[in-house]
């Protein structure tokens, strides 16, 4: 039945470039789909829009609607995929709501726990590739490749700091479901260590299945 794989890391980390790297390795053996959050599908998209531009909004409503996002790509995109035996590979998940909107927004971890309980009822990825990088490494590196910045990114070292502590607690929590992957060194090394663990995992699930 599939392989559910999320990808998560603070901002810089590189996590998009190495999704895709990975994804292009995998597909030389593997039905693989690529997808994001939030979007991944029309719904979704609208919804990054209003979550990404413009003003800033009230936490909750942040958070419900990187949840309902979440609720559609789910039931859309990664539900069929995973049927249809494919392997999902997903930048971001809940992971991301309780890091950014939990940890550092500060509106309480297990609201947000639970909203997202609601929407992905009992659909948990099989695992979770964390990129690791200090906080001042991936402002660095965002600063030089001078990626356009949405609402987020724009939040303060603070936030960012928090979001990173954030994944941290998570990490501490979920070891088994968790692969800390060192993301300083080269993309290609990155690239080369997540490849390991994804075929690891895929060779495990078939081994259960
Ligand atoms: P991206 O930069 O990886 O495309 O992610 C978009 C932004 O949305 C990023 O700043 C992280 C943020 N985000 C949340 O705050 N909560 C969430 O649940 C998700 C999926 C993303």
């Known amino acids: 039945m599939g392989l559910f794989i999320t990808f998560e890391g603070p901002e810089g980390s590189g996590k998009t470039t190495v999704l895709r790297a990975v994804a292009a390795e995998l597909e ?3 039905d693989v789909v690529t997808t994001r959050e939030p979007g991944g599908v029309e ?12 003003e800033g909004m009230d936490g909750r409503t942040e958070a419900l609607l990187f949840a309902a996002a979440r609720r559609e790509h789910l039931v859309q995109k990664v539900l069929p995929a995973l049927e249809a035996n494919c ?3 997903c930048d971001r998940f809940v992971d991301s709501s309780l890091a950014y909107q939990g940890y550092a927004r500060q509106i309480g971890v297990e609201g947000v726990q639970r909203i997202n309980d609601f929407a992905v009822e009992d659909h948990h990825p099989d695992m979770t590739i964390y990129l690791d990088i200090p906080a001042e490494l991936g402002r660095e590196r965002i600063a030089i490749n001078q990626r356009e910045q949405n609402r987020l990114d724009k939040e303060d070292i603070v936030f960012h700091d928090a979001v990173i502590a ?4 998570l990490i501490a929590q979920n070891p088994g479901r968790f692969a800390v992957i060192d993301a300083s060194c080269s993309v290609d090394e990155v690239v080369a260590d997540v ?3 994804v075929r690891q995992q895929i060779e495990k699930k078939s081994i259960e299945n």
């Open 87 to 89: 392997i999902v590979l």
């Open 43 to 54: 719904t979704a998209e609208a919804i990054r829009n209003i979550l990404l531009d413009g």
């Open 195 to 197: 490849v390991s663990v």
């Open 166 to 169: 954030g994944y941290k607690e």
């Open 28 to 30: 030389k053996v593997h």
